[in-house]
């Protein structure tokens, strides 16, 4: 069964880790949008390094289409 839930946190990155953590999940999925740096390269932000280097399962990151794709 799935129960919403509203969590409040500055931190996007640990409060995901947490919530994880604190309901024994197998894996996180992250939607993030195609987002680039201004030299070109990919720019995942600051929340997918954070729960890909913290989160204690599997986590699955799924990058949005290039606009005009």
């Known amino acids: 069964e799935i129960e919403p839930e509203i969590v409040q946190s ?3 990155g640990h409060s995901l880790v ?3 953590e604190a309901h024994q999940c197998g894996l996180i999925i992250l939607g ?3 987002r ?3 030299s070109g ?3 995942p932000g600051e929340t997918v390094p954070y ?3 913290h989160a204690k399962c ?3 990151v799924i990058r949005g289409q290039q606009r005009g794709s």
Do not use: H, K, M, Q
Request: charged content about 40%.
């Open 10 to 12: 500055r931190n996007y």
């Open 18 to 20: 947490d919530e994880a």
């Open 32 to 34: 993030i949008p195609y």
């Open 36 to 38: 680039t740096d201004r």
């Open 41 to 43: 390269r990919f720019d």
């Open 51 to 53: 729960v890909l280097t």
């Open 58 to 60: 599997r986590v699955w």
